[in-house]
Structures are given as structure tokens and as C-alpha cells.
């Protein structure tokens, strides 16, 4: 009973820590939830808004009165990070306002990349790949999005997954499962040039 409380009485004494020093842990985890939010939304802008939405909940959430105590800060504003991306994701005004670059200005985007130590063939094929897995995450379904990112990505354990998206990890593991079998349908004439 009194290490309950005990715990408790910590978890409270962290989350008022984080209101008191919310503009130092928003600068500590800002990288880490801008790349969650670009992974899993594909646009570099609209990922920019989730992610300072994202903060904005965490702030009300925490400076609310009576707000829970949290055991995992980082663990929790991963879920409202994902939680805000899912619903930008369903937004039909998102989807009507999404736009991805013509081929022109892919085109140009690519002869302008610097190069450093791998081989310009090297770069450009690693930027193809990484524009197809891109493409092939956007056709999943925003769960399977959000399990594959949170597991590729982030590294989390399924456990973690399935406290994040509020699903069971049975769940996690399905979608994670139809994940996968997408991708590697999607992205089949790519295993071909590993050997070359």
C-alpha cells in the first residue's frame, strides 16, 4: 500500500515537473515527435502542425486541475502525438489538401542533393527507396501506419504499442502482420537489387 503511494506520489511530483519546466521537456522531445508525426502523416509541414498540436494537448492535459499522474511522460505524449496524427489522417480536409511533389520537382529536388561519402548512384537509390517506403506506408490503413512506425521506427515493444493506441496486442500483432504483407507486396521488385 505505501509503495503505491509512494509511486504515485512520485508520478505527481514528475508530471508537476513537467509543467514547470514544459518548454525544456518540449525542446527534449520535439525532434523525436516531429519524426513520429512526419512518418506517419508523409509531409514534412503537416507533421510540423501535428507535432505543435501535440504539445499544445500535452499542455492542457498536464496544467488541467487534477490532472493524472504520469508513470512514462514520453510514453504518454507519444500516444497524443499519434492520437492527433490518426485524426488528421481521417480528416477528409486533410486529405483534400494533401499534396505530394510533381515529378518535375522530384526531378529537380534529386539534382540538387549534395552528395558526401556514398556514390550518387548510392544516394539516389537510398532516396528511392525511402520515397517508396513512404508511398507504400501512406496506402496503409492508419492503424497499421501507426503499429509499423511506432515498431520500426520508434522501437517499441508491442506492449508499448498496444498502450499507445489503446488496442490489445493481439491487435498490435495484426496489424503489424497486414503491415508487413503490404509492404513487401508493395515493395517486391526492390529485393532484386540487394544481390546486385
Not at 499544445?56 to 487534477?66: E, F, I, M, T
Not at 506492449?159 to 504483407?181: F, P, Q, S
Amino acid at each position: 500500500m505505501m509503495g503505491v503511494m509512494a509511486g504515485e506520489l512520485a508520478a505527481r511530483q514528475a508530471s508537476a515537473a513537467l509543467v514547470g519546466d514544459f518548454a525544456g521537456w518540449m525542446q527534449a522531445e520535439q525532434k523525436r515527435v516531429f519524426l513520429l508525426c512526419r512518418r506517419l502523416l508523409g509531409d514534412a509541414d503537416e507533421a510540423d502542425t501535428a507535432t505543435q498540436e501535440a504539445f499544445v494537448k500535452a499542455w492542457q492535459a498536464l496544467s488541467r486541475p487534477g490532472a493524472a499522474a504520469l508513470e512514462d511522460p514520453a510514453k504518454w505524449l507519444s500516444r497524443v502525438a499519434v492520437n492527433t496524427c490518426l485524426d488528421r489522417l481521417r480528416s477528409r480536409r486533410w486529405q483534400f489538401w494533401r499534396r505530394r511533389p510533381n515529378q518535375e520537382d522530384e526531378a529537380a529536388i534529386l539534382a540538387t542533393a549534395s552528395s558526401s561519402s556514398p556514390t550518387a548512384e548510392d544516394q539516389l537509390f537510398a532516396q528511392q527507396i525511402g520515397r517508396r517506403l513512404a508511398q507504400a506506408l501512406s496506402r496503409l490503413s492508419p492503424r497499421q501506419r501507426s503499429a509499423f512506425v511506432l515498431r520500426h521506427y520508434e522501437d517499441r515493444s508491442l506492449e508499448e504499442i498496444a498502450a499507445i493506441l489503446g488496442l490489445d496486442i493481439g491487435t498490435v500483432k495484426a496489424h503489424l502482420a497486414r503491415a508487413l504483407a503490404k509492404l513487401r507486396v508493395e515493395l517486391r521488385d526492390l529485393y532484386g537489387r540487394q544481390g546486385e
